[in-house]
Structures are given as C-alpha cells and as structure tokens.
T-cell receptor, first 111, second 113 residues
Framework: KQEVTQIPAALSVPEGENLVLNCSFT??????LQWFRQDPGKGLTSLLL?????REQTSGRLNASLDKSSGRSTLYIAASQPGDSATYLC??????????FGKGTKLSVKP | EAQVTQNPRYLITVTGKKLTVTCSQN?????MSWYRQDPGLGLRQIYY???????DKGDVPEGYKVSRKEKRNFPLILESPSPNQTSLYFC????????????FGSGTRLTVV
C-alpha cells in the first residue's frame, strides 16, 4: 500500500532563508505528484503539479523536484517570507486517480 | 472561475439527524472525491467517483454514502451522524487520472453533538 511521508513535521525559520521540504513515497508507480498549501482551518491551494515524466516544476519562488526511482520529492522555497507560513502537503496520484497525502510540514517563518 | 463549491461551510448537528453536504464543480471533471481531515491523521479518502454512476469506497467509507447522478455534483450523505464524524471535510475534482491536478473545495467543518 502506498505511503507518503513528509519530513520534517514542523519547521521554523527566520525570514529570508531558503528552505527545503521533503516528501517520500513507498511505491514509485505514481501518475503524478502535487504539492499543496493549507492555511489553518482553510482549504487546500495547489502549488505545483509534477507529471511522472517530469523532473521538476517552478512557480515564482517555489521549485519542486521529483525522483520517481528513489521515491522522493522536494519543495524548495527561496527567500522565505512570513506569508509563507502554512502547512505544506505532498500528495501522489495513483493510476486510477486516487490521491494519497502525507501528513504535511507545518512551516513558520519568523519576521 | 474554475472551482469546486461545497456547502455548507459550517454545520453543527445532533447525533442521528441525517445530513447532506453538497459538492459541485464547473470544470467538467470526470473524477470527484471526498476527504476528511483530522488532527494527527491527515487527509483520508472517504469515497470517490470516476464518472457518472460510478462510485467506490476509499479508506474510511463507514457511515457515509455518496451518489453521482450528474457529472458536476457529488453529494456526501451522513444517514445517521455520530460524534466520531466530527471533522473537516473536503471535496475535490480532477480530470481523468488526475492529469491536470486536483482542485479542492473550501471545506465543510462538521460538528456532531
């Protein structure tokens, strides 16, 4: 059964730092991988989608990479800002369309 | 605007009183699903539907029902809610196989007393 793990569970950094969030999955037979952001008590906002044939995707200060063979993805956030504080969720899409989530990394960026 | 709309956003109900949470998408997506989110347990799939009249159980289907009579709508039905169904619920949709990524609704916070 596919399992998705995110490390660390929580992270606190000073403003301006570059940081990396990690996501690992146990079965490399994924269709694609999607990173989301969730603010407390709110919905999920899609950040980046990486197709299984791609290695990375970029949007502004965010860069996500995917290594299917090793079962890993990373989300890189450049020049972090207090507004980046949120929980970041990694999810893999299986062949039939099911989405399996990690438990997230709670990020706090201190001014 | 492309979106998934859930209603209501907040709901407090009593044990045993049937309720329905509605979900509608305007993107002509084939795939729709329901998740619940609980502290420490993350997001878990309740039911999903790959197209009209096709539904299947996710990881935690007990106590829930769904229907997919129209492509755009996928309501979640709690026939006899219990306190352990107190949770934050999300509906999501995607094109077939999730190739364009998933879009989530804003969530429904349900409290069963």
């Amino acid at each position: 059964k596919q399992e998705v793990t995110q490390i660390p569970a929580a992270l606190s950094v000073p403003e301006g730092e570059n940081l990396v969030l990690n996501c690992s999955f146990t079965d490399s037979a994924i269709y694609n991988l999607q990173w989301f952001r969730q603010d407390p008590g709110k919905g999920l906002t899609s950040l980046l989608l990486i197709q299984s044939s791609q290695r990375e995707q970029t949007s502004g200060r965010l860069n996500a990479s995917l290594d299917k063979s090793s079962g890993r993805s990373t989300l890189y956030i450049a020049a972090s800002q207090p507004g980046d504080s949120a929980t970041y969720l990694c999810a893999v899409v299986l062949g039939q369309g099911n989405l399996i989530f990690g438990k997230g990394t709670k990020l706090s960026v201190k001014p | 605007e492309a979106q998934v709309t859930q209603n209501p956003r907040y709901l407090i109900t009593v044990t045993g009183k049937k309720l329905t949470v509605t979900c509608s998408q305007n993107m002509n997506h084939e795939y729709m699903s329901w998740y619940r989110q609980d502290p420490g347990l993350g997001l878990r799939q309740i039911y999903y539907s790959m197209n009209v009249e096709v539904t299947d159980k996710g990881d935690v289907p007990e106590g829930y029902k769904v229907s997919r009579k129209e492509k755009r709508n996928f309501p979640l039905i709690l026939e006899s809610p219990s306190p352990n169904q107190t949770s934050l619920y999300f509906c999501a949709s995607s094109s077939t196989g999730g190739s364009t990524g998933y879009t989530f609704g804003s969530g429904t916070r349900l409290t069963v007393v």
